[in-house]
């Protein structure tokens, strides 16, 4: 029956998403379909609306509605071009600087946004046009602006990891936001390194430096932006406030600099709020039916199922650990970070416990695979947002991509098998024993 009913589960979920059926909804009808195979129909009804409505009853999960709050505000509010400036004034000073402004650039904007498509997006706007300009091949730009959004997801603030705590039984928001720093920047370092050489090959040109006058300027300027890290993470790391008290000042934070920079206006206020509950109720709808479909899949144990077959197949921790990055990194293709983090968290987490991997170690490793996964066909969504903002198509595109998903793997690779990557700065800050 288990077998029977894990099929039944997984089939029904395809299936729906074959069709069009909307992610939550696909997966909310699966569980029903799965469920009905082990329980009574009221019973499935009934146990099934419990477990979606517990899904989403927890206060974390604000902490991820004012990290979706602020991201919007500052992307409304003028601190991503302060961003950009201190991104060219960094990346200025080697071949390809505008290659390598793109990449700080989402770096910088994606941590304070917590956003991969708005980085992506508001990247590609800019410096899409700059790069044509000074005759960078189009397909080579869109792909540096593609493979770097997603490293503004590993470097907090992000959602990924309050939702994979709420999926673990909650490990720690702080530990979790802490150990992405160093992944984060190891992801960054690689692809200005292949960046660099692939610039110099094509011999793009280095950007006009900058007077003295001007680079103190712009650091000025950028300083309040990149205090909101101090101040939200820093906090939360410190112990001073929790992570859903750390995400209100961040909303509180980001307001009172828009409104000194006087590029938020009371008229944008309603739409800011409008697109965060939409995306928001999207998240926690996804949540919800996630919850529902991890009770059908821990009633049935399927998840310890899983965990005996590949433990059975082999007990070698290095195989067990490449067979786990491969699931991801091939969901990750078909599949949005959220959904793929609800739905596949609950089956490789005990998997990895039984291995003995540190529960932090393991947030940061499935966060990188689903983050390396939203830049791949045929359903990445920064993909599509880099090929749309730049005019080029993607099949034009992936020759130069191709190139990129190699540091973002050895990145991967290096933080899978290396836990100090991820543990360091958490052991440091007294956040893991």
Do not use: C
Not at 61 to 69: E, G, Y
Not at 213 to 242: C, V, Y
């Amino acid at each position: 029956m288990t077998v029977l009913t894990g099929i039944i589960l997984f089939i029904s979920f395809f299936v729906l998403l074959f069709v069009g059926v909307p992610i939550a909804v696909g997966i909310a009808i699966a569980s029903f379909i799965a469920a009905l195979f082990i329980l009574p129909v009221d019973s499935s009804v009934l146990v099934l609306s419990q477990q979606l409505i517990t899904g989403v009853d927890s206060t974390v999960l604000l902490a991820l509605v004012f990290f979706m709050l602020a991201g919007n505000i500052m992307n409304n509010g003028g601190i991503a071009e302060r961003l950009i400036n201190l991104a060219k004034l960094i990346g200025g000073r080697f071949s390809g600087s505008l290659a390598h402004t793109n990449i700080l650039g989402n770096t910088l904007f994606g941590s304070i946004s917590g956003s991969a498509i708005a980085s992506a997006a508001t990247m590609g706007r800019v410096m899409h046009p700059q790069q044509t300009k000074e005759g960078y091949d189009p397909s080579y730009s869109a792909a540096v602006n593609i493979a770097s959004a997603p490293t503004g997801l590993i470097i907090p603030p992000s959602g990924t990891p309050i939702i994979y705590s709420l999926l673990t039984g909650g490990t720690s928001i702080s530990a979790l936001f802490i150990a992405g720093y160093l992944p984060g920047l190891l992801m960054v370092a690689l692809l200005i390194i292949v960046a660099y050489f692939l610039a110099k090959k094509e011999n793009y040109t280095v950007a006009d430096k900058p007077s003295k006058s001007q680079s103190i300027q712009i650091i000025l300027q950028s300083i309040p932006s990149l205090l909101l890290i101090i101040i939200a993470i820093g906090g939360i790391a410190a112990g001073i406030f929790t992570a859903v008290e750390g995400a209100a000042v961040a909303v509180l934070y980001t307001t009172i600099l828009s409104l000194i920079y006087k590029q938020l206006h009371l008229s944008d206020i309603p739409k800011i709020l409008q697109e965060t509950i939409i995306y928001s109720g999207m998240i926690l709808l996804l949540i919800g039916a996630s919850t529902a479909m991890s009770w059908v899949l821990a009633y049935t144990g399927i998840p310890a199922a899983i965990t005996n077959a590949m433990l059975s197949a082999t007990g070698n921790y290095v195989l067990l650990l490449l067979m786990i990055l491969l699931i991801l990194l091939i969901v990750g293709t078909f599949m949005d970070i959220a959904p793929a983090l609800l739905i596949f968290t609950p089956i490789l987490f005990p998997i990895t416990t039984q291995l003995g991997v540190d529960p932090v170690h393991f947030g940061i490793i499935i966060g990188m695979a689903l983050a390396i996964g939203i830049t791949t066909p045929p359903i990445g969504t920064v993909l599509f947002i880099g090929s749309s903002v730049s005019g080029v198509s993607i099949e034009k595109i992936m020759p130069k991509l191709l190139i990129f998903y190699v540091p973002l793997i050895v990145a991967l690779l290096l933080v899978t098998f290396i836990p100090e990557i991820s543990l360091f700065l958490p052991r440091l800050f007294g956040l893991l024993e």
